[in-house]
């Protein structure tokens, strides 16, 4: 997978079209991703112990890594993920500017 915890990345299809978060988790086998404050759903909730007081609560769910690109920390523009082999390491490039990600 291209997109790993910790990077910046644009929403570009479904509901949340246009907004922008970090990745807080990956699941490689469901090819998805968690990102904080996007596609978030409501869930109901009965009073118990952890939660007193009960209600409606906000809860992000995984969206699908297809329907997110990258933003290059360095140019600042959505791009696809390439790479470059230097001195046997694998390296992930932007490539619109060429530069490390």
Known sequence: ????????????????????????????????VLILGVN??????K????????????????????KVMLICPKCGKITRVGYKIEKNKKNRICKKCQSKI
């Not at 990077?7 to 699941?27: L, N, P, R, S, T």
């Not at 978030?40 to 909730?45: A, G, P, S």
């Not at 009073?47 to 297809?66: A, M, T």
Request: charged share 40%; glycine share 10%.
């Open 1 to 32: 997978m291209k997109i790993r915890k910790g990077d910046k990345v644009k929403v570009i299809a479904g509901k949340d079209k246009g907004k922008e978060g970090i990745v807080e988790k990956v699941y490689r086998k469901a090819n998805k």
């Open 40 to 45: 978030l759903y409501k869930r109901h909730l």
């Open 47 to 66: 009073k118990n112990p952890e939660n007193n007081q009960g209600g409606i609560v906000q809860v992000p769910r995984p969206l699908d890594v297809s």
